[in-house]
C-alpha cells in the first residue's frame, strides 16, 4: 500500500474522515444492550454534527458480521433500535476486523479520504473467527499503520484492553478498559467519540496518543464553542502539550 502525504488540509471543512465502527453484539451484550444503543446513536450524531465530511462504515459482529452500511454520510446513518441491535451468538472479533480493513482499503483506494479510523468495541474476546487469525490481523493492522496510515481505538470490557490490542499490533494509547454496565458502556462511547473529534481538528493521518489530558480537553468542546474560536485559540489548544501533527 502506497503512504499518502500526511500534511492536513488546513480548513477542517475541507477534510473527510472514513470511521469504521467495529461492535461486537454477541449474546453477553445483552445486559448493556440498551446503553450500547444510546451510546453509538450519541456517537454517530456527535461526528455527525463536527465541521468537515464523516463519512461511516458499520460492522456488527456475533458468529458472524453483518455490514450494516458502508462509507455512508454520518447524517444519514439510521440510529440503532433494538431490532437492528439484537445481541447472540459468539465472538468472531478477527474476521469483522479482517473483513471491514478489506472494504476499507477498497474505499481508501478509490476515493483517499484525509483521515481513517477504526473504532473496535467488544466485551468478551476472540472464540469464533474462521477466516481470519490473530496473527493474520496483527500483520494487517501493523501494515496499515505504517503505510497507509489508518488509526485504531481498542474498547473492551472483560480482559486487560491493552493486551489485547497490543497482540492486534495497535499503537500505544489506543485501548481503553470499560466496565461492562450501562455507566460503563456509555461512558466509554463518550470518550471515544471525544477523541475522535479532537483527532479530526487536528487534522492530520494520526495523531500522537489518544485517551492523553490533551485530547481529552480538546475534543470534549462543543462544536458551536469551537467554530466561534479565533483561529489563534484553536491553534493553541491543537498545539497544547507539544501534542502537534505527526
Known sequence: MAKKNVRPKSDGAERTILINFVLDKSGSMECIREATISGFNEFKNDQGAEQGRALLTLTLFDTDFTTVCEAVPMREVPDLDRSSYAPDGLTALYDAIGRTMRITDDFVAAHRPDQVLFVIMTDGQENASREFTRDRVF????????????????????????????????????????????????????????????????????????????????????????????????????????????
Do not use: C
Request: no cysteine; aromatic share 8%.
Open 139 to 246: 500483520e494487517m493492522i501493523q501494515d496499515r499503520q505504517k503505510l497507509a496510515r489508518y488509526e485504531f481505538m481498542y474498547l473492551g470490557a472483560n480482559q486487560d484492553s491493552y493486551a489485547a490490542g497490543v497482540e492486534m499490533g495497535m499503537r500505544d494509547g489506543r485501548m481503553l478498559d470499560y466496565a461492562a454496565t450501562d455507566e460503563g458502556s456509555r461512558g466509554v462511547i463518550l470518550r471515544a467519540s471525544n477523541n475522535v473529534r479532537a483527532h479530526r481538528r487536528r487534522g492530520a493521518p494520526m495523531s500522537a496518543q489518544f485517551f492523553s489530558p490533551a485530547m481529552e480537553r480538546l475534543g470534549s468542546i462543543p462544536v458551536d464553542e469551537w467554530q466561534a474560536m479565533s483561529p489563534d485559540e484553536r491553534q493553541r489548544l491543537l498545539d497544547e502539550g507539544g501534542e502537534k501533527h505527526v
